[in-house]
């Protein structure tokens, strides 16, 4: 099943590319104090974290509080 045969998916992986493209271009640019740099960083660690909060990463499992740091 592709990411196509589901348009709230195809917007999830095209919304997560914008965030991370406008993050990169703010990085590139020197941009890392603005707002908007600060508003992306955090919308990009939210999403990373409601993903990947309780993956198991080799023999540890990570939690949200272990990430918040």
Sequence with gaps: MSANDHPSETA???????LLEGLF??????HTEDWEFERLNNAVYERLLSNYAQEE?????LSKTMMAG
């Design 57 to 61: 990463v080799g023999t540890i499992k």
């Design 12 to 18: 999830s992986v095209a919304s997560d590319f914008t």
């Design 25 to 30: 271009q703010l990085t590139v640019t020197g």
